[in-house]
């Protein structure tokens, strides 16, 4: 069964980066895109952006663009988001969501990562 | 890219329909037919209800239904049960992806 197991819960200062990983297992890893949505506390869900783990091509929200990194190791079927200049607003729990290739909706989603960012 | 507008809240009591509205714009709603519906429960992840509008992954109750007219789409939830009481999240192709804020389902 499609599985996605994301590392666990980071809390980080201002201005510092935080990595999230997501290792897919049950499916062909290259088949799909990989996806990153976050929610804030009490809010809403945020598309972030998406790597196609087979290219490494990205594409990100542009609220994001130049402090979002989206990478992949397709040996040990894992994708990379890489959060820069963190600011308190960053708050969240991010999740990673697979996605079929030219369709745009989620189909499985792991079980999220808590980001607490905090002075 | 503004969010998609979603009423905060929708109620009905068990047994009885229910209907989310989630509208935007001809640039992302109305412009392509890839509007999906999440159910999101307390403290868990997002599950995927519906789909291109109105296709439902296998599993998913047919209960469960999905249209779009114009730049509104909908969720409709028939015959109430205390378990759809959740969040229900609309989201849409527009370039890139973008979400409703979200509507709080609750079971009277």
């Known amino acids: 069964q499609v599985q996605l197991l994301q590392s666990g819960a980071e809390v980080k200062k201002p201005g510092a980066s935080v990595k999230v990983s997501c290792k897919a297992s049950?499916?062909?890893?290259?088949?799909?895109?990989m996806h990153w949505v976050r929610q804030a506390p009490g809010q809403g869900l945020e598309w972030m952006g998406r790597?196609?783990?087979?290219?490494?091509?990205?594409k990100s929200a542009q609220k994001f663009q130049g402090r979002v990194t989206m990478t992949r190791d397709t040996s040990i079927s894992t994708a990379y988001m890489d959060l820069s200049r963190l600011r308190s607003d960053d708050t969240a729990v991010y999740y990673c969501?697979?996605?079929?290739?030219?369709?745009?909706?989620?189909?499985?989603w792991g079980q999220g990562t808590l980001v607490t960012v905090s002075s | 890219q503004s969010a998609l507008t979603q009423p905060r809240s929708v109620s009905g009591s068990p047994g009885q329909s229910v209907t989310i509205s989630c509208t935007g714009t001809?640039?992302?709603?109305?412009?392509?037919?890839?509007v999906s519906w999440y159910q999101q429960h307390p403290g868990k992840a997002p599950k995927l209800m519906i789909y291109?509008?109105?296709k439902r992954p296998s599993g998913v109750p047919d209960r469960f239904s999905g249209s779009k007219s114009g730049n509104t789409a909908s969720l409709t939830i028939s015959g109430l049960q205390a378990e759809d009481e959740a969040d229900y999240y609309c989201?849409?192709?527009?370039?890139?992806?973008?979400f409703g804020g979200g509507t709080k389902l609750t079971v009277l």
């Open positions: 989201c849409s192709y527009a370039g890139s992806l973008v």
């Open positions: 969501a697979r996605g079929t290739r030219l369709k745009y909706y989620f189909d499985y």
């Open positions: 291109d509008v109105s």
């Open positions: 790597i196609d783990p087979n290219s490494g091509i990205t």
């Open positions: 049950g499916y062909t890893f290259t088949g799909y895109y």
């Open positions: 001809s640039s992302d709603v109305g412009g392509y037919n890839y």
